[in-house]
T-cell receptor
Framework: AQRVTQPEKLLSVFKGAPVELKCNYS??????LFWYVQYSRQRLQLLLR??SRESIKGFTADLNKGETSFHLKKPFAQEEDSAMYYC?????????????FGQGTTLQVKP | ETGVTQTPRHLVMGMTNKKSLKCEQH?????MYWYKQSAKKPLELMFV???????ENNSVPSRFSPECPNSSHLFLHLHTLQPEDSALYLC??????????????FGPGTRLTVT
């Protein structure tokens, strides 16, 4: 069964510290992985996707198929990074593309 | 307005009421979705529409009834809800739903409270 697991409900770090938000997935095929972010009082929005291999707002995420992980990393956290982060997997179930979300991790960056 | 809009933003209803949530997307997308976001569970996909046809219904109780009159509008009709249905209901759209690479654009959500 397809599943996305984010083991940490809350991650609290100080400004300038490195950040790693963990995400593990279960999927039998070749998944597409995404990170979505929800800032306070804003709508859920795409942060980055693994296929683009891009860095957005200093965040990067590498797909590790051996460990079935897609952890989100940033070397130096900023206060404005405080938000709810969701890892999501896009896969085919029959002919239907589905986006499956993890439980979400709240990132709290303290001054 | 651009993007995905949802009305109302907040709704309080009794268990015997009938109400509807509305979603509109201004992106020219072909697929639309309803999600439920509650405090204790991850985002739950409820319904998927592609070109106005329902293609996914994830075992949602019949007290939730979706309607997609055209590719820009999506409704969620509510009747005889339970207090545990209180949640944030999110609408999303994407260019297409077939294939695995697509980004979903989310609306701001409707905060529903069932009393």
């Amino acid at each position: 069964a397809q599943r996305v697991t984010q083991p940490e409900k809350l991650l609290s770090v100080f400004k300038g510290a490195p950040v790693e938000l963990k995400c593990n997935y279960s999927y039998s095929g070749s998944p597409e992985l995404f990170w979505y972010v929800q800032y306070s009082r804003q709508r859920l929005q795409l942060l980055l996707r693994h296929i683009s291999r891009e860095s957005i707002k200093g965040f990067t995420a590498d797909l590790n198929k051996g460990e079935t992980s897609f952890h989100l990393k940033k070397p130096f956290a900023q206060e404005e990074d405080s938000a709810m982060y969701y890892c999501a997997l896009s896969g085919l179930v029959g002919n239907t593309g589905k986006l499956i979300f993890g439980q979400g991790t709240t990132l709290q960056v303290k001054p | 307005e651009t993007g995905v809009t949802q009305t109302p933003r907040h709704l309080v209803m009794g268990m015997t009421n009938k109400k509807s949530l509305k979603c509109e997307q201004h992106l020219g997308h072909n697929a639309m979705y309803w999600y439920k976001q509650s405090a204790k569970k991850p985002l739950e996909l409820m319904f998927v529409y592609s070109l106005e046809e329902r293609v996914e219904n994830n075992s949602v109780p019949s007290r939730f009834s979706p309607e997609c009159p055209n590719s820009s509008h999506l409704f969620l009709h509510l009747h005889t809800l339970q207090p545990e249905d209180s949640a944030l209901y999110l609408c999303a759209s994407s260019q297409d739903m077939y294939g695995t690479f697509y980004e979903q654009y989310f609306g701001p959500g409707t905060r529903l409270t069932v009393t």
